[in-house]
Every structure is written in C-alpha cells, then in structure tokens.
C-alpha cells in the first residue's frame, strides 16, 4: 500500500494520511464491467447492471456478455461482412493507397504561373 496526503479544506485537520491502493495504470476498477472491441483493446468500462446498449455508447457494436481474463466483459464480436461489402471494402482501401502518391518523388511544377483569366 502506498501512502498519499490529502489536503483538507478544514482548519483543524490541516493534512491526513491515507493509504491508497497500488493497482497497475489502465487496470478496471473495482466492481466496473470492461468493454472490449473486437481487436482486444479495452474501449471503457461500464456498470455491472449495464445492458448491451450502454456498451454500445462506447463506440462499439455487436457485443455480448462473455469473460475476458476471467472477469464478465462485454466483447465485440466480429461482423462478417457481404461479398459486396468486402469488395467496396478491398476497393475503398486500394483507391486510398493509390490516392497518397509517392513519398520518394518531388511534386511537379504547375505547368503555368499566370493569374487564370477571368
């Protein structure tokens, strides 16, 4: 246990002591339900009446109750998705790729410096 001063707005009780817990930085707290996206990174916690629906305010979609690291959590699946989603997808990815250009080349010049007429 570690040791920590609490300053009091009281004048009597100018400074107190009190022990605070040693638990590991992102660590859940006590008597909190983690929130789990599907890659395994931990996107919040949530109360333990917490229904699906307050999981989803996180930011995540499609999740059930299951157990992480033997603890209830609640953890995204994974969607699955369409032929057609998967292709747009697979297309969306390749077009940003395309759209980047290449890092090694120098940009050309603008094939002119007049002013555009209007």
Do not use: Y
């Not at 157990?67 to 953890?75: Q, V």
Request: proline share 8%; charged share 25%.
């Amino acid at each position: 246990m570690a040791k920590a001063f609490v300053f009091d707005h009281d004048k009597r009780n100018a400074s107190k002591e009190i022990e605070t817990q040693d638990k590991p930085i992102g660590a859940c707290p006590d008597g909190r339900v983690p929130v789990i996206r599907a890659n395994g990174i931990r996107a919040g916690h949530v109360g333990p009446n917490a229904g699906p629906s307050v999981a989803q305010r996180l930011g995540v979609s499609n999740v059930e109750l299951g157990e992480h690291f033997g603890k209830p959590a609640w953890i995204e699946k994974q969607a699955k998705l369409s032929a057609p989603a998967r292709a747009s997808a697979l297309d969306r990815g390749a077009s940003l790729r395309a759209a980047k250009g290449s890092a090694t080349r120098t940009p050309s010049a603008p094939k002119t410096t007049a002013r555009p007429k209007r």
